[in-house]
C-alpha cells in the first residue's frame, strides 16, 4: 500500500497551481496514488461566487483531464469560504494523506499584504504538508 494513497491539493487557479500539479502528477503515478483537487472559491457576493465558481470548475476539469490522460485517478473538490480554514475543514473531513500546494514565492512586503495561506496551513495541518515553489517559467 503506498504511503500517500490519497493526496489533497491545493489549488487557487494561478499560473503557479502548473508547478504543483507536475509534481503531484508524477509523485502519484509512482506511488497509485488517488489526486483530489481542491479549489476554494472565496467571494463576497452570489454573483461573484457563481462566477468563481465556474471558472474554478473550468481550470479544475482541464488539469483532471490532462492527469488522467496519464493514467491517474482523480477527484475534484470545490469549497467555497475562507482559504485556510476550508482546506483545513476538507483534511478533517476526509482521509487524505498528504496536503500538497504551490508557494508563489513573494517577498516580505508581499506576504505581509496578501497574506500566506501555506504559512497558515503550516502550523494548522494534521498531515503532511508538501509546498512546492512556482517553476519561474510558467
Given amino acids: ?5 490519497n493526496i489533497l491539493v491545493a489549488i487557487d487557479c494561478s499560473p503557479a497551481d502548473e508547478s504543483v500539479i507536475s509534481h503531484v502528477s508524477d ?15 472565496h467571494s463576497h457576493t452570489l454573483d461573484q461566487e457563481r462566477d468563481l465558481r465556474a ?6 476539469e482541464r488539469y483532471s483531464s490532462a492527469m488522467k490522460a496519464k493514467g491517474l485517478e482523480v477527484r475534484i473538490v470545490i469549497r467555497s469560504g475562507e482559504p485556510e ?8 473531513e476526509n482521509s487524505y494523506d498528504l496536503l500538497a500546494m504551490a508557494t508563489h514565492g513573494h517577498n ?5 499584504l496578501f497574506g500566506s495561506v501555506s504559512r497558515a496551513l503550516r502550523d494548522r495541518s494534521t498531515i503532511p504538508l508538501l509546498l512546492v515553489r512556482q517553476d519561474k517559467q510558467s
Fill in 27 to 41: 509523485l502519484a503515478l509512482e506511488l497509485g496514488s488517488t489526486v483530489h483537487l481542491l479549489h476554494i472559491v
Fill in 1 to 5: 500500500m503506498p504511503v500517500y494513497s
Fill in 55 to 60: 471558472r474554478a470548475a473550468e481550470t479544475l
Fill in 85 to 92: 480554514k476550508e482546506i483545513i475543514r476538507e483534511t478533517v
Fill in 108 to 112: 516580505l512586503p508581499e506576504r505581509i
